[in-house]
T-cell receptor, first 116, second 115 residues
Framework: DGGITQSPKYLFRKEGQNVTLSCEQN?????MYWYRQDPGQGLRLIYY???????QKGDIAEGYSVSREKKESFPLTVTSAQKNPTAFYLCASSAHQGLAGVNEQFFGPGTRLTVL | AQKVTQAQTEISVVEKEDVTLDCVYE???????LFWYKQPPSGELVFLIR??????QNEISGRYSWNFQKSTSSFNFTITASQVVDSAVYFC????????????FGGGTRLMVKP
C-alpha cells in the first residue's frame, strides 16, 4: 500500500538529548514537510524539502535539523537546543507543483514526543 | 502575509444534527487554494477537499458540503445529519499558488458528536 510511515509512534526523551524522528513515503512524491502540533492548536511548519538534497526552514525551525538524502526519506532531528520539544510531530508529502496547480499534502500518522 | 481563522474552537452536537464549521482566510494573492482536513483521535490528518480561488461553486460529497464565498473570504464546511464517527478536529488551510505547496493552517475546530 502506498503511504507515509512515521516511527516511532511514541517517543520519550530526557532533557539534553537529541532524538531523530523517522518519515518514509512510497508515493514517489518530490516534496516533504515536517509540522509540529501543540495541544489545542493548529499545525506549524518546521522544515520542508522540495527536492532531494535541498530543504528550507519553515516558521519554527530553531532547535530542529533535517536531511534529505533520498527521495523517500526525510528524518527530523530534535536537538537539545529546542526549548520545548514536547509535541505531536506530523510528516507530510506532496507531488511536485505542476501546471495544473498545487497538490494536496498527504500526512503520516504522527509521532508523539515527550521530554521527561 | 496570509492567515486562516477558525473562530469555533469546540462544537458539540447531538447525532443527526447538522453542523457548520466556519473558516475565514486572509491573503493578498488572487490565485490561491483552500483545503479542509479531518484529524480523528488517531492523529493522522485526512484530506477532505481542495478548492481554487477561481471556482466558487459549492460542493457536496455525501453528507459533507462546502460553501466558498470570496466576497466574505470564507470557506465553510457543513456536515448534514452528523454521526458519532464525525467526531474529530477539523482544519481549514490556505495555500498560495507560488508557495511551493506550503499550507497555512487555521487553529482547528474540535467537533464532538454525542449519541
Amino acid at each position: 500500500d502506498g503511504g507515509i510511515t512515521q516511527s516511532p509512534k511514541y517517543l520519550f526523551r530526557k532533557e539534553g538529548q537529541n532524538v531523530t524522528l523517522s518519515c518514509e513515503q512510497n508515493l514517489n512524491h518530490d516534496a516533504m514537510y515536517w509540522y509540529r502540533q501543540d495541544p489545542g492548536q493548529g499545525l506549524r511548519l518546521i522544515y520542508y524539502s522540495q527536492i532531494v538534497n535541498d530543504f528550507q526552514k519553515g516558521d519554527i525551525a530553531e532547535g530542529y535539523s533535517v536531511s534529505r538524502e533520498k527521495k523517500e526519506s526525510f528524518p527530523l532531528t530534535v536537538t537539545s537546543a529546542q526549548k520545548n520539544p514536547t509535541a505531536f510531530y506530523l510528516c507530510a508529502s506532496s507531488a511536485h507543483q505542476g501546471l495544473a496547480g498545487v497538490n494536496e499534502q498527504f500526512f503520516g500518522p504522527g509521532t508523539r514526543l515527550t521530554v521527561l | 502575509a496570509q492567515k486562516v481563522t477558525q473562530a469555533q474552537t469546540e462544537i458539540s452536537v447531538v447525532e443527526k444534527e447538522d453542523v457548520t464549521l466556519d473558516c475565514v482566510y486572509e491573503t493578498r494573492d488572487t490565485t490561491y487554494y483552500l483545503f479542509w482536513y479531518k484529524q480523528p483521535p488517531s492523529g493522522e490528518l485526512v484530506f477532505l477537499i481542495r478548492r481554487n480561488s477561481f471556482d466558487e461553486q459549492n460542493e457536496i460529497s455525501g453528507r459533507y458540503s462546502w460553501n466558498f464565498q470570496k466576497s466574505t473570504s470564507s470557506f465553510n464546511f457543513t456536515i448534514t445529519a452528523s454521526q458519532v464517527v464525525d467526531s474529530a478536529v477539523y482544519f481549514c488551510a490556505l495555500m498560495n499558488n507560488n508557495a511551493g505547496n506550503m499550507l497555512t493552517f487555521g487553529g482547528g475546530t474540535r467537533l464532538m458528536v454525542k449519541p
